[in-house]
């Protein structure tokens, strides 16, 4: 218990500084738009994800603790979690990869190799354990979810608050990046000064 409070922490902390950088960047990549601004949304996502990922945790461990859900829609409230974030997870860890390897080309260093090097990683384990993860995450929202169209009033009941509650950790995942991001838009005096038109994006 005391380790999955750990990660859940740790991911709360990446998530709000995933946010925050972007956020200070974010007035300057819509301006100029191209690769940057994909870079950006990419970060966006990832933050995301990441509050998802702990309020999933959160309000399915209420909602068991409550009663709101029998024990065993648990498991099926997370694997329809999974499948709803592993996609854009995947495609926006991809993308920061590839900017990863641009910054790396570019700047040659050890921090920047480094991080190159971590993202590659990060992205091929993640990506393998997908592959190895979404069929049976899949099974399992299938027989869960299966009472909606079983007649079982019991079970429609609580297939239909499992739906319920992955819509409102999402969404209260995307409104919370959403807050942090237009918290700290143009933080950064550049930003600043492309809200402000005060220069010249053509020739930066």
């Given at each position: 218990m005391g380790m999955l409070i750990l990660v859940l922490g740790l991911n709360l902390v990446i998530s709000f500084l995933n946010a925050r950088n972007v956020g200070r960047v974010w007035a300057e990549t819509k301006a100029i738009g191209g690769w940057i601004r994909v870079v950006a949304w990419a970060g966006a996502i990832q933050s995301a994800i990441g509050f998802t990922y702990v309020y999933a945790f959160i309000v399915?461990?209420?909602?068991?603790?409550?009663?709101?859900?029998?024990?065993?829609?648990?498991?099926?409230?997370?694997?329809?979690?999974?499948?709803?974030?592993?996609?854009?997870?995947?495609?926006?860890?991809?993308?920061?990869?590839?900017q990863s390897w641009i910054v790396a080309a570019r700047e040659k260093s050890l921090m920047n190799l480094g991080v190159a090097g971590w993202n590659t990683f990060a992205t091929a384990y993640?990506?393998?354990?997908?592959?190895?993860?979404?069929?049976?995450?899949?099974?399992?929202?299938?027989?869960?979810?299966?009472?909606?169209?079983?007649?079982?009033?019991?079970?429609?009941?609580?297939?239909?608050?499992?739906?319920?509650?992955?819509?409102?950790?999402?969404?209260?995942?995307?409104?919370?990046?959403?807050?942090?991001?237009?918290?700290?838009?143009?933080?950064?005096?550049?930003?600043?000064?492309?809200?402000?038109?005060?220069?010249?994006?053509?020739?930066?």
């Open positions: 399915a461990y209420i909602a068991v603790s409550t009663g709101y859900l029998p024990p065993a829609m648990l498991g099926v409230l997370l694997s329809l979690m999974y499948i709803m974030i592993i996609i854009p997870l995947l495609g926006s860890a991809i993308v920061i990869t590839i993640n990506t393998y354990n997908a592959i190895q993860s979404f069929g049976p995450a899949l099974d399992s929202v299938q027989q869960g979810l299966g009472g909606l169209f079983g007649g079982d009033s019991d079970s429609d009941d609580s297939a239909a608050r499992v739906i319920l509650l992955a819509a409102i950790v999402l969404l209260a995942g995307v409104l919370t990046t959403n807050v942090i991001i237009r918290r700290y838009e143009a933080s950064l005096p550049v930003s600043e000064e492309v809200r402000n038109s005060t220069r010249n994006l053509e020739y930066r």
